[in-house]
């Protein structure tokens, strides 16, 4: 698996239909279509896709996301930068936790100041302002990358909703 699988899953599921196409996901997410094409078959490989490459199997992937997620893409903020915000610093997520520390991806083009996290992939900044549902599900990968057990635990129920299309967000 590489990092870039796990969105395009999740890209896949921010679609909300079986209608789509690599050529779409290659657009939506920055990737060229022989990497969704490769990261497909990954997936299927390891059971998180079926065999058609046509349907995520939302359990497969959210018992990977919940237990696996951390050890496989690890992450730890760093230095302070200009970013997108991520984690519980997402602007959906800002009102749940009170934090004094504010996690982002780097991008030049925001305004806000925080600590650096390094996103899945180096083109989420740029996905993640197109789809906003795509954007809290990274973020919450984040909480449960980055997080304490109280933020991991949030994070893992809004994402399960958000995977069976049952959030309010």
Request: hydrophobic share 40%.
């Amino acid at each position: 698996m590489r990092p870039q699988d796990i969105v395009i899953l999740l890209k896949i599921l921010s679609y909300n239909s079986d209608n789509w196409y690599n050529k779409t996901l290659s657009e939506d997410l920055f990737i060229s279509t022989a990497e969704v094409s490769n990261s497909l078959k990954r997936s299927a490989v390891s059971g998180l896709i079926d065999t058609e490459k046509r349907f995520v199997r939302k359990q497969a992937l959210l018992e990977f996301l919940i237990y696996g997620i951390q050890y496989v893409f690890p992450e730890r903020a760093g230095g302070i930068s200009r970013g997108m915000p991520t984690a519980h610093s997402h602007p959906l997520l800002q009102n749940k936790f009170i934090s004094d520390q504010l996690y982002v991806w780097p991008d030049a083009e925001s305004d806000e100041k925080g600590f650096t996290v390094q996103p899945l992939y180096k083109e989420a900044v740029k996905a993640a302002k197109k789809d906003t549902k795509l954007y809290l599900m990274l973020a919450l990968l984040d909480m449960i990358r980055l997080g304490r057990v109280r933020e991991k635990s949030m994070a893992i129920v809004e994402l399960e909703k958000l995977i069976n299309n049952e959030s309010s967000y």
